[in-house]
């Protein structure tokens, strides 16, 4: 895909000016409990054509009484659903956008900022798009499967059988992976992330718990699922959950109108066969990387260098393929400062305008 | 206190009667994987003032990559916060209302019906009232502290010292327990739960992570802090969390204006101290029960009906201290079938009429 996006490149630049200025004069707060009072009121009201939530997928199991944690008899219960919650804005009049979040977090991402802005959850239903925030299955709403755990905590099952619980803390997972900082504690001198609130970025931390489900991961399948139940959606992906709408076009692509892919932590480009590729380049695909890409994370693995390098593979995959892959970062708009947490930036709605520009681009004359 | 509380008792006649008609025409369906069709569209647009989500509390604590479950050096992470999410009505009138889920739940008890019907939380915004949702320390979005889980992976520590993760289950944690019906698949004749989503029920369960932070729970506290941030509100429990909110009015009750506890575990009414009695003789107190409570649980342990009793000698020991509670069952009104979960139950929005009638009666004069 050429570079001359131009649409998208000037929206970018002139949004990101004016709150790149702002948020210079903002400087770094204290940090401080998030409470209400922290959370800054919105410019006018809401009005929806409905609201609510609902589950996908899911299967019925049986669990003995120690599997269940339970005093009771054996019984069954249910596993590898996925939690939706959405809003459909009066008047909706573009397509809806299913958001999925990243590791070690939950839907909670793409609502209220930590330090209490809007959030995309609620900027895109402003702008006219039904919107669907999940919890990934084995996380948070969605439930897990707790079989193992009290099987090990009952002498069941060796320990190291358990699965583990991958959290991602604050001095390192959160504050140099996620690129707010070189160091801990210290900031980037342009970053966009609201250094008041990390103690609130810190809350949200939910623990993965999906275990031995991760692969084939239920979610990808949920979403594409879920797409086709809006009949037709853009999947919205970030970190963790990136490469997810991929595998979901790979299991049915009906549904899947576009795919937005924020800071994947990775494209799988030397994963996914030919064929594979032939079918992803049916669909439109937006990659969305932030600034001081190649700073070290300080946790093994790749930089987030790495991850964009590999994106670009991919997309010159499917290039090849005649697909339509747009890659970029926040920086060739001239912006700097974005970090791995896009949707929570103090230019956060602007990124967001970014994103609404090439899905009106790509999918604006379709019918919601 | 005295049971001709005539407002209240003859709003849920009047509104459960028509109720109780449709809902015996609507017969019994078959079980079905829920999705967004089988959501009922609501009655008009909701206009919002604000709406969001933020947190309350938590604790900074240290750990190490194996309680991390990490590749990465020891870091810092929060634990015992609480989510909350909120909807303000445009035009709010009236006080707010916190909500509070039960064992092995989340805040969804509260939102869109198993069968896809209107939930209490957007119910009773559209009564002009603020509402918060929360989901309960350890559970869902609140998060949970994985230290324990990965020590026993590791081998750092005994696989029975790991926390219990207590899961209710379908055939009896649900089915029987919850008052559905007296056999597992057998439905009370006049049983007012939606039968045909059942297995939506069981999709909503999240098993508990609180483990040792049980007693005091972090909740307790949070709950009363939650209060205090909304300058005052009714804070409404159930089953599990039903009486939260004595132990949130023993640890500061200057922000609850009002409890409603729905069919609580329990009442603790030989536990509190005479001086704890004389300080929640000092809220008004709501607690309601559905039907069948003699049922048995086909689980161990005490029936709802020995709960009802235990609330009954709760109320007895509060009015002797002039308080103000208010120990009802909905068959009082002479409507039958209600279940454990009748903000579910097909005459879901005409029991709320009945607890939104008592905080009128009780709150109604006050400012918001």
Known sequence: ??????????????AMLATAMLA????????????????RPSEGPLVLESRGSFFV??????????????????????INQMYVEYMIPDGAA??????????????????????????????????????YVVDQVGRARSGFDQSAFNNVRAGRMPPEQQPNLLRLADRF??????????????????????????????????PDLLGPSR?????????SDLALQIDGAVLLTHSQSGPYPLQSALIDAKGIRGIVMVEPGTC????????????????????????????????????????????????DRVDAAKGDVR????????????????????NNLQIADLILAWIDEKLGSEKP
Chains 1, 2 share one sequence.
Request: hydrophobic residues 35%.
């Open 327 to 346: 890659l970029m970062s926040t920086v060739e708009t001239g912006v700097r400062g974005n970090s791995h947490m896009m949707m929570m930036d103090r």
């Open 268 to 315: 799988n480009a030397s994963v996914h066969t030919d064929d594979e590729i032939a079918v992803l380049a049916k669909t439109p695909i937006f990659i969305l990387f932030g600034d001081y890409l190649s700073s070290p994370t300080k946790l093994p693995g790749p930089t987030w260098e790495d991850r964009y390098n590999d994106c670009k593979a991919f997309e």
């Open 173 to 206: 997972g959160s504050w140099t992976n996620f690129r707010i900082g070189p160091e801990p504690g210290k900031p980037f001198p342009q970053t966009q992330f609201p250094l008041e609130a990390t103690d609130n970025l810190s809350r949200q931390s939910v």
């Open 24 to 39: 210079g004069a903002l400087g770094v707060g204290s940090a401080a409990a998030q409470n209400l009072r922290d959370i």
């Open 94 to 131: 573009k397509v809806p956008v299913v958001m999925v979040h990243g590791a070690t977090l939950s839907g909670k991402t793409y609502d209220t900022t930590p330090d209490g802005r809007m959030g995309w959850y609620e900027y895109f239903v402003r702008k006219s798009h039904p919107v």
């Open 215 to 223: 692969a084939p991961n239920p979610t990808w399948k949920a979403l």
């Open 57 to 78: 997928g899911g299967e019925q199991v049986d669990k003995t009484a120690v599997e269940l944690g339970s005093f009771g008899p054996d019984d069954r219960i249910t």
């Open 1 to 14: 895909m050429n570079k001359s996006d131009s649409l998208v490149a000037r929206r970018l630049r002139s």
